[in-house]
């Protein structure tokens, strides 16, 4: 058993804003930035990293939970502003080596040989989805709760879903994931656990609790830390019963008849007709998507549904290519002119680069997926599978 594991101290890099320890052979990473919604900076994922590396291969840590106390938000994603100030600045550098290391931590996570189990609370957005979701494939699981608030927004902003979302979004039941990847809409607990983003839930008044369980119960393996958080939750057959009563499954119909045809032009006609042909709650869901995606970014939305269409391959291919777009989507896209509109005047008027998406032409979406370097040269070169 390491040192660290016996002597369980909290750690953390200067105004990293994540606290790292290990209790009864469990390795814990707590988000501390609760004044910007535990934003992730550069230095925050850096922390991250450097404990999965040291538990990876610890005897003396069985699983890793990431958390944390502040309730508004889990993580929001990655601090924006701060990118949008590079970018200006003429620092493409600091926007590539916050990319780059980002997306190095989600790939860290996915491919974790011991159970990384995340609890979200409150807003789990962007980045925050790329610190959460790879537990699915590690053994853990995504805990989620009542005031979880679950998206990636990005279109909002001119961005596409990245940290490896295309990856989850591709393997989401029927078109839920072109859905949520060209509208950015928000899911709940319920709808989360119903899309398959979220594998566990309890309310968050009972997590206290838990913890304390965790904190001091004896665990022989990762998999009976799992067990117990299971044991904890709602029991399966319930769970189920909340997914299929979620406002999303209520919608997948819908979903799939409109979010499966070939480009957003065709889905927004679609959904002009169903808005058109009467009254009642699917002209009404209709008219409320007709809305968004007059809202978001023609151009924004057209990368990311061809985002999900091409993340059939593995994790490592999908962050690679979120890397190639961040370049192209901050050059040549519409993601600077989303952040002021959003976050920095919120005038909430933002100029795209294309008035409508019928305006945007398949070249213009080919020309966003061009890679700024080769594949020997590439930054994330050494990522495998």
């Not at 609760?34 to 040291?54: G, I």
Request: one cysteine or more.
């Amino acid at each position: 058993m390491s040192h660290e594991a016996n002597a369980s101290p909290t750690s953390a890099e200067p105004d990293a804003h994540v606290l790292t320890r290990v209790a009864n052979c469990i390795g814990y990473i707590e988000l501390e930035r609760p004044q910007a919604l535990n934003a992730l900076t550069t230095a925050m994922v850096r922390t991250m990293h450097a404990a999965l590396d040291r538990w990876r291969d610890d005897p003396g840590v069985l699983a890793v939970i990431v958390r944390t106390r502040h309730a508004r938000a889990f993580c929001a994603g990655g601090d924006i502003r701060s990118l949008y100030e590079s970018y200006r600045a003429g620092d493409q550098a600091a926007l590539d080596t916050f990319f780059c290391d980002e997306y190095r931590l989600n790939h860290a996570i996915f491919t974790f040989p011991k159970p990384y189990i995340a609890m979200l609370n409150g807003v789990v957005m962007g980045g925050g989805m790329g610190i959460s979701q790879g537990a699915h494939r590690t053994g853990g699981l995504r805990l989620v709760g009542p005031t979880t608030r679950m998206a990636m927004p990005e279109t909002r902003i001119g961005l596409f879903p990245d940290v490896g979302m295309g990856w989850f979004l591709a393997r989401t039941p029927g078109a839920i994931g072109r859905y949520l990847a060209v509208t950015g809409e928000t899911l709940d607990q319920a709808s989360a656990v119903y899309a398959g983003l979220a594998d566990a839930s309890l309310d968050e008044a009972a997590w206290p609790a838990l913890l304390d369980a965790l904190e001091s119960e004896p665990f022989a393996s990762g998999a009976e830390v799992v067990a117990r958080i299971r044991e904890a939750a709602l029991p399966a057959p319930e769970l189920q019963r909340v997914a299929e009563g979620s406002s999303l499954a209520t919608a997948r119909g819908w979903i799939d008849r409109h979010f499966s045809l070939a480009d957003v032009p065709a889905m927004l006609v679609s959904l002009e007709a169903a808005q058109r042909a009467g009254e009642g709650a699917q002209a009404e869901w209709a008219g409320q998507m007709v809305e968004v995606l007059r809202e978001r970014s023609p151009l924004s939305m057209a990368v990311s549904l061809e985002v999900v269409s091409r993340a059939e391959g593995t994790m490592a291919d999908c962050l690679s290519r979120d890397l190639d777009l961040t370049r192209s989507s901050f050059a040549m896209g519409d993601v600077m002119e989303g952040i002021r509109a959003r976050i920095i005047d919120k005038d909430n008027y933002p100029h795209w680069r294309f008035e409508n998406i019928e305006d945007v032409r398949r070249e213009d979406v080919e020309r966003m997926f061009e890679r700024p370097w080769s594949l020997t040269d590439h930054p994330l070169r050494e990522l495998i599978g």
